[in-house]
T-cell receptor, first 109, second 114 residues
Framework: QKEVEQNSGPLSVPEGAIASLNCTYSDRGSQSFFWYRQYSGKSPELIMSIYSNGDKEDGRFTAQLNKASQYVSLLIRDSQPSDSATYLCAVIPASKIIFGSGTRLSIRP | DTGVSQDPRHKITKRGQNVTFRCDPISEHNRLYWYRQTLGQGPEFLTYFQNEAQLEKSRLLSDRFSAERPKGSFSTLEIQRTEQGDSAMYLC????????????FGPGTRLTVT
């Protein structure tokens, strides 16, 4: 079992809709969770961090954490073509960060 | 520009040659990380420094790889006797004591071994 699992996609969402990205992790002791956005050929860019159960909102982005289910999600409201990218879920179970393989999101006009 | 910088951005080398990459972190950040990323995968942890101390190395990091951060500022990653399997994007990230491991990445160095 991978430490951090994501559906590779591609996930195709119409412009203006809500994109929902999911991630599960294996280490129950993990305390810190992140979402990074990565455009093709570029480096990852931090967009959200979450440390407590529940929802955290920042603009069009909402991160959701459920530690009991070992599940993290990212919602993107009012999806824009510029949101088309790969979204990486990352978890810190100990001293280093573990990344998932990413979900490719495509926003169609 | 006060972000993380990496040099060079691209490197093409022949198998068997040595290469060295440099990373300059955000100036107030004391933790520096190196990752390797191949197509379709997330970044894989290689090693990290707190100030000048190298605190952890991945089992992925063979003896051909070495990293330094001599004065707790910039860091170098050297790969000796490169192999075609070393072709990847090498990413550097930094974070401070605060911010709970929120890491900020540099633009990466893309290595191609021919």
């Amino acid at each position: 079992q991978k430490e951090v699992e994501q559906n590779s996609g591609p996930l195709s969402v119409p412009e203006g809709a809500i994109a929902s990205l999911n991630c599960t992790y294996s280490d129950r002791g993990s305390q810190s969770f992140f979402w990074y956005r990565q455009y093709s050929g570029k480096s990852p860019e931090l967009i959200m961090s979450i440390y407590s159960n529940g929802d955290k909102e920042d603009g069009r982005f909402t991160a959701q954490l459920n530690k009991a289910s070992q599940y993290v999600s990212l919602l993107i409201r009012d999806s824009q073509p510029s949101d088309s990218a790969t979204y990486l879920c990352a978890v810190i179970p100990a001293s280093k960060i573990i990344f998932g393989s990413g979900t490719r999101l495509s926003i169609r006009p | 520009d006060t972000g993380v910088s990496q040099d060079p951005r691209h490197k093409i080398t022949k198998r068997g040659q040595n290469v060295t990459f440099r990373c300059d972190p955000i100036s107030e950040h004391n933790r520096l990380y190196w990752y390797r990323q191949t197509l379709g995968q997330g970044p894989e942890f290689l090693t990290y420094f707190q100030n000048e101390a190298q605190l952890e190395k991945s089992r992925l990091l063979s003896d051909r790889f070495s990293a330094e951060r001599p004065k707790g500022s910039f860091s170098t990653l050297e790969i000796q006797r490169t192999e075609q399997g070393d072709s990847a994007m090498y990413l550097c990230a930094s974070t401070g004591d605060r911010g709970a491991y929120e890491q900020y990445f540099g633009p990466g160095t893309r290595l191609t071994v021919t």
